[in-house]
Structures are given as C-alpha cells and as structure tokens.
C-alpha cells in the first residue's frame, strides 16, 4: 500500500531545492564622523548660516535713482543686490563643508586644515565686497556713487552679513586640536584677525578725518561741534581698546568685546526687523566711520577658538573670575561717561528734552552703583558672591534698558547724543558676567564646593594642637605675580583663586584658615597634599568634596 508524502510547510516548499544560507552576522557600525565636532562648533555653524540670511532682508545701503534722487524705497535691501545675493549664497553654502568633509563626500584627502583653509576661501569674496562698498561710500557719497548705482553709507545688512560671514569663515575648535594643522591653523587664524583690525583702524582713521572736513562749522555752535568730536573720540577709544588688549594677549578681552559685539548686532536686527528706532542701520565713513559694523565683526572674530588659544594662559577658573572682574570695570567706567554727559546736557541745556538727560542720568548711577558693589562681592568674597552678583546685574541691565528706551523715544537734543543701539551694545557687560558665574564647568564646580561640611561625630577640631604638630608647608612655586595688599577677611583671600601661591603659603600658618584654603580650586598639588596630611576632618572633607583627594 503506498502513502501519499505529506504537504511540506508553506515555508519550506518556498526553499525546496534551493540553498538557504546562514543569516548574514550583525553589522557593527562604527562612530559617526561627526562625533567628535564639539557642540560649539555647532554654535558657531548655525549663528553664521541664521546671520547671513537675515541680512538678506536688511537695508544694504542707500538707493539712488538714475536722476540721482533717492530712491522710492530710500534704502536697497541685501536681497535686491544681485552681487549680495549671491555672494551671501556662497557664504552659507561654505558651512557644509565641515560636514561634507567629515563624510568622505569630498575625498579622503580633505584634512581639518585644508577644509578650514577652504571654508575660509569661500568667505573672502563675502569681506571683499565689504571692502569694496567701503571705498565706494568713501570716494563715492554723490555723483559716482550715482553713477554705479550703489548708493551710499552701509547698513545694517553690512553688519549682520559680515558677521555670519567671520562665523563661517573661522577656525572650528576641532580643527584647531588636530595635531598635524592644529597649530597652523591657529596661527593663520591669529593673522586674519589682524589683518581685519587693521582694516578697522584705517576705515576709523579716514572716518575721523572725513567727519573734520564734512562739519558745517558755520552753521553749529562751538560747543555741539566739540561735544560731537568728543563723542566720535571715545567711540573711537572704545572700538580700539579691545583691539588694543587682544594685541597684547589679553585672555579676558576677546571674552568681553565679543558680548559686547553679539549685543550689538542682535540691536541691529531688532532695529531692522521691528521699526523700533535703535540706530546704526546706516553708518557711512563720512559720518565718522563704521564702529557698529567692527563690534559686529568683533562677535565672530574675538570669540574664535583659534584667536582665544593664542592668549595668555591662565587657568580657566581664573580666566572667568577675571573676565567677570573687568567687565565690572568696563561697565562702572562707561556708565560713569555716560552719566557725565547727562550732567553737561543738563547744564548746558537744561530746556532740551530734560526728561531724557535725568532718565540718563539715573540709570547710569544705577549702573555704576550696582557694578562697584559687585566687584566689591566677587573680590571680597568670592564663594558666597555669585546670587548677589546676578542680581546686581539684573539691575544694571534694567539700568541699560531704561537708557536705551529713553534714547530712542527722545529727540537728539545736542552733539552729546548717542545712538541708543550703543545703550543696548552694554547690555553685553552684564551678560559676559552672568556667563562668566554660571555657564563655565569649572565655575560650577568652585561655587559647588561650599556646601557646609558634614559635622564630626567623635572628634572636636582643635586648632592648638596642629599649631605644633603640624608639618612643614611646602613652598610655593614660583611665579611673577606681585601679592596683593591683605584683606580684612583672610578667608575669602584663602578661598580665592585668584590669590597669589605666595600668600596661600602665609595662610597655612593659621590653621582656622585651612578649610579655606582646601576649598580653592587653585591650589599647588604640594599644598594640597600638605593640607590631606595635617588630618584636619574638615579639611579633608572639603578635599574630597571637589574631588581633590
């Protein structure tokens, strides 16, 4: 009898005299090339792509028409320009190449160094342009700038655009820590900022000496002439200052001027954007030259890694505590200018707009005020200072808002005045050191370290018997630093990073003043070992609270 063979699975039917392999092993996929960009440089991408297509909406510069009458629009957008346009094209299309590069789209031979030089090239026709238009508005406010119809004076496109162009154009912080180009890169970096600042001298040198020669001195009173030579002075002052400090390798100066030049081209935008009347949309080398334009430009180019490497080294928390300290200074002595000018507008003029000369005039107090008292915190006390201190800059900047909002609904009442853009470009100053107290790691982890110590359970400190049994301290390593005059609170001097090694040595002679001095991220290894080895619970768990034993 035979037996019809049982239905095979619809499975194994499907495979009958076929060869099934073996599943294919699991793919390990390795990290994405674009790992290990640092999230900084990611910063830095989107503020240049984000700059460069909002100066496309903004008034590039004055429109003319053929009969050499302004134009219907009075001012030509970026976009209108077809040389803008698509140079600015260029500029935003440059940012991919970091990516593309990372990718193997543009071939294994395209190392950091080279995709840095080749973003930079795609950035120089955007700086050219602005040179160009710069010798146009210089040779050309009338009839040749008629003639090539590109109006006259920059605005506020310039600014925006030249900006987002030095974002995308600058050494990324990955680029400058590759070994082989690393330190090439920095290096070439450090020189095109130069040469940009060297540009701006000469654009506020022939700004100056054109502002002499266009002045109707006939038709002004002596004392608005000398009052609006002095305002171009120390807007010149402090244009140069920051460049000035750079030159000399000032660690806390890129830091300082870049937010100030971050708050000045965001003014720009809102001014642009909203109608609210800030000023600085169109500067022209004729009225002086173009300092908004320069802050502007000092955001992406004084806070480019490869410019902040080639400063004076320091320990990062000491570069924060000092960029805060100075930004102090830098607000007290520029709100102090300012509140000088209210008082002169008062007394030279006490008809004209008086409500915004004493509304100045307050607010610069205000500002000068709460800077010295924040400046006394973090010297006197810098472990306890930092609420106190962002609170005190929340005034300031209350301060700086009220001036700004003063300055820009009041009537320009003499050569005095200042455009209220500016007001807004100090609000920078409080920002940096509310950064300054709060973003950096390092900073985080000093302010962390005063949380009180847990009490002893079977032993009571007493301070006598350390006063003998204590060992030798170690010396301090040497350094150039001259001490400071002392303080009425040793503690704070103790805990203080910034503290000379010379004068914490002299500290361990006081061992009240030990817990102190073990709660200072700056320490020399030989005193902290020194200070693990005296015993002292209280020391030691203020060591081990920050990790240093």
Sequence with gaps: MTYPAPEQP????????????????????????????????WVRDAAAVALL???????????????????DSFTSTAATRVDVLLITILSVLSVAVTVLARAGALGTGLTPGRTA?????????????????????????GEVAEYLGVGSGLGAAVTVGLAGALFAATPRLHEIRDPLSG??????????????????????????????????????????AAAAIVVLILQDVALALPAVLVLRRSPTAPRIAGSVGIAVVAGIIISALTGFELGGTLSSLHGGGYILVWFGAYAALLTSPALLASMTALP????????????????TTVSTILAVFAVIALVTDPSSAIGFSVGTLLSQVLAVGVALVA??????????????????MAGAAVGEIVALILSATSPRYSGLALEPVLYLALLGLPAVVTYALVAPREVREYFGTFAPPAAPTAYQYDADQYRVAAPTAPAPPATDAAAPASSADYAARA?????????????????????????????????VTWLASTGDPHVLAVLRSRGAI
């Design 10 to 41: 619809s499975s194994a039917a499907a495979y009958q005299g076929q060869y099934v392999p073996y599943p294919a092993a699991p793919v390990t996929r390795g990290p994405s090339p674009l790992s290990s960009i640092p999230v900084s440089d």
């Design 53 to 71: 297509l909002v100066s496309l909406a903004l008034p590039w510069s004055l429109s003319f028409s053929t009969d050499g009458l302004l134009g």
């Design 495 to 527: 805990a203080d990073p910034l503290t000379p090694a010379e004068e914490l040595y002299q500290y361990t002679s006081d061992p009240s003043l030990w817990p102190s001095l073990a709660a200072n991220p700056a320490l020399y290894p030989e005193l």
């Design 316 to 331: 990062s928390l000491n570069t924060w505590f000092l960029t805060a300290r100075q930004a102090l200074v830098t607000l």
């Design 117 to 141: 030089a080749l973003r930079a090239a795609l950035n120089a026709p955007y700086a050219i342009l602005v040179v160009v238009y710069m010798v146009l508005d210089a040779v050309g406010a």
């Design 375 to 392: 400046r006394i915190q973090l010297v006197g006390a810098p472990q306890t200072s930092r609420t106190i201190v962002l609170s005190l």
């Design 183 to 224: 330190g090439r890169l920095a290096r070439g970096g450090v020189v095109g900022t130069f040469a940009v600042l060297a540009v701006m001298a000469l654009t506020m040198l022939v700004g100056f000496i054109l502002l002499l020669l266009a002045m109707p001195w006939q038709a002004i009173s002596g004392w608005d």
